[in-house]
């Protein structure tokens, strides 16, 4: 019986107008959106290429210096620095990436930054890309409603709803059939467009890896479910509704809420709930943090508390006392950095009563794009600081709390300790590299298992509520 509405459901929606535009106009988005995701993609790999080839060439320079050491892990507060690389999934979500830093210059002391570094026109990052957000996200949720808001409420009209349940057809069978008919046909364009739009990819020079078809597929699985909840809200207001106008205009109207109106509101909720101090604020505290550190320091080591000191760490001052201080100032602004994050992950917490806005979070988790890729790689860049001290430690040919006593103070042990640290010599092989890690496809699936959860659930509410409301519905 449930195949039977099935196949009568496909029929009429392969007949009507509504689907063959949205067939064509959906090849059309993931087509286009795959060839400019390609030149986008290939401006953005040629930029981080020639960023990282200047900042290898800057630390060649330096390590060729007299007191290399010092130059390369305590003066580049300027660079060199490091780059997050572009994402070739970017074309699942952009996540905003062109808006967000892609840059630090870290140090074995501090991390400088974030910062924006780009070579094409920096506007173009208020143009939102042509990716599934957008395409599945907004366009195709539309689609969903207008398929199926006459479900119900049309076939009323038409006076054949009245005949189908005359003949003993349950309505939880043609609740069921409406649903799966409507999916399928949205279905099919999608995994067609979407076989287009990774075969343009590919051709283009893009070389997917089998977890990256299964991110692929984890998105898919999203979408499918996003989907569905459109359908059940089509089907649920055609459930209510008593004639075509009506239902009509409630799709649009909620439609706009969720889609337009509830997601674009997290910034302004999470700025008034989750408040964080201003830049300016938190360097002064961080600053404030650094001078009571090095106070401290030179209280418990009275006979370092002459030795010169500076806003770095230059030769003659104490290894130990500036990585004291440093870590004090550090610890400021990475909880500073970690707040930022926060706030923007709790205004999308806030919009999560939106099926929308609980994709697009999903789809960026899984495809590792946007405030998720931003996060990764300011983690590793933090790591990538640790990674510099250890290798000081490692190269520091004198303890940590040696210091030199300039003026005639000075031992000659001293006065020969203090010349050596200009000739410490540095390997541009042994010197570390950052490289950017992708996370595994473990964390990928863990970080969008919360919305799957709530997609699922928005379906089974949704589904349940519209069981109910046709269960009580006057077919005359």
Not at 397 to 420: H, M, N, V
């Amino acid at each position: 019986m449930i195949w039977t509405i099935i196949i009568r459901e496909l029929m009429d929606h392969t007949k009507s107008l509504r689907l063959l535009i949205t067939f064509l106009l959906l090849i059309a988005l993931m087509s286009t959106g795959g060839l400019l995701f390609l030149q986008e993609h290939r401006q953005q790999t040629a930029d981080f290429n020639r960023n990282t080839a200047e900042t290898m060439e800057t630390v060649s320079r330096i390590v060729d210096r007299p007191a290399a050491l010092f130059q390369l892990f305590s003066f580049n507060w300027r660079g060199p620095f490091i780059y997050a690389s572009p994402n070739h999934l970017g074309f699942i979500s952009e996540g905003q990436g062109k808006n967000l830093p892609n840059a630090y210059s870290p140090s074995a002391f501090k991390l400088y930054g974030p910062y924006k570094k780009i070579r094409s026109n920096i506007f173009l990052g208020y143009f939102a890309g042509l990716d599934w957000a957008l395409i599945f996200g907004v366009i195709l949720s539309f689609a969903a409603i207008i398929l199926v808001y006459d479900a119900f409420c049309g076939e009323k009209e038409q006076g054949t709803l009245r005949l189908i349940v005359a003949h003993a057809v349950p309505r939880s069978h043609l609740m069921s059939g409406k649903f799966s008919g409507a999916l399928i046909a949205l279905g099919i364009p999608v995994l067609l467009g979407t076989l287009i739009q990774l075969l343009i990819v590919t051709i283009g020079g893009i070389v997917l890896q089998a977890a990256d078809i299964t991110r692929i597929l984890l998105s898919l699985a999203l979408t499918f479910l996003y989907l569905s909840c459109y359908i059940l809200i089509g089907l649920f207001i055609s459930a209510r509704s008593s004639s075509e106008s009506t239902s009509l205009v409630a799709g649009l109207l909620i439609w706009a809420l969720l889609v337009v109106v509830i997601p674009s509101t997290g910034g302004m909720i999470a700025s008034d709930v989750v408040k964080i101090p201003t830049r300016e604020t938190v360097y002064d505290r961080a600053n404030t943090a650094w001078e009571e550190a090095v106070t401290s320091y030179n209280r418990d080591n009275p006979r370092i508390s002459g030795a010169s000191l500076s806003g770095h760490w230059s030769p003659g001052e104490p290894l130990e006392r500036a990585i004291v201080a440093a870590d004090a100032w550090s610890e400021v602004i990475e909880q500073f950095r970690n707040q930022q994050i926060r706030q923007v992950l709790t205004a999308r917490a806030w919009t999560f009563v939106s099926p929308t806005a609980v994709y697009r979070s999903g789809i960026e988790s899984a495809a590792e794009t946007g405030i998720y890729h931003y996060r990764k790689f300011y983690r590793q860049a933090v790591d990538f600081k640790m990674t510099q001290r250890q290798f000081l430690y490692d190269h520091y040919p004198l303890p940590t709390r040696w210091f030199y006593r300039f003026g005639t103070e000075a031992s000659p042990e001293d006065a020969a300790a203090y010349e050596s640290l200009s000739r410490i010599p540095l390997s541009l092989r042994d010197v570390p590299v950052f490289r950017e890690k992708r996370l595994s496809l473990a964390d990928n699936v863990q970080a969008s298992l919360p919305s799957f959860l709530l997609l699922f659930l928005f379906c089974a509410l949704l589904y349940a509520a519209g069981h109910i409301s046709f269960q009580r519905y006057d077919v005359r």
